[in-house]
């Protein structure tokens, strides 16, 4: 699988097809413990979200998401999308047009709450990113 952005989103998400620096892994991996401690979700959960499952979710693992891509800059504490940036990182793994147009596709990530919304914006991501490989 693809990732979704330069930490863990990259891991996260996908599961890290893409080359990522040592550095850039330390970093996803010290934000997902830090998410996983502040959320309660588990490794089981957090493995099923890398290999792009998002079934049967809890409020755990959508704060979890909600916890990294605020901490990554892609979404504010509200769970509300931030375009630019999301476009900027994800244009270092896809061309810019397929940036802009996978933000486009995600960005009506409408929820309940922040982690309602960032976990929406992550099901997106997973349901489109085949098609714009």
């Known amino acids: 699988m693809k990732c979704f952005v330069t930490i863990l989103s990259v891991a996260l998400i996908a599961g890290g097809a893409l080359a990522i620096s040592e550095e850039q892994r330390e970093a996803a991996r010290q934000m997902a413990a830090k998410c996983m401690k502040e959320t309660g979700a588990t490794e089981e959960q957090v493995q099923r979200l890398r290999n792009g499952d998002t079934s049967n979710a809890d409020?755990?693992?959508?704060?979890?998401?909600?916890?990294?891509?605020?901490?990554?800059?892609?979404?504010?504490?509200?769970?509300?999308?931030?375009?630019?940036?999301?476009?900027?990182?994800?244009?270092?793994?896809?061309?810019?047009?397929?940036?802009e147009e996978l933000v486009q596709r995600c960005r009506n990530n409408n929820g309940a709450n922040g982690c309602e919304r960032s976990f929406r914006l992550a099901q997106c991501y997973i349901d489109n990113r085949a098609s714009l490989m």
Do not use: K, M, P, W
């Open 59 to 99: 409020s755990n693992t959508q704060c979890f998401v909600h916890c990294f891509f605020q901490g990554a800059g892609f979404v504010d504490s509200n769970g509300n999308i931030q375009e630019d940036h999301l476009v900027e990182r994800l244009s270092t793994h896809y061309d810019r047009a397929t940036a």
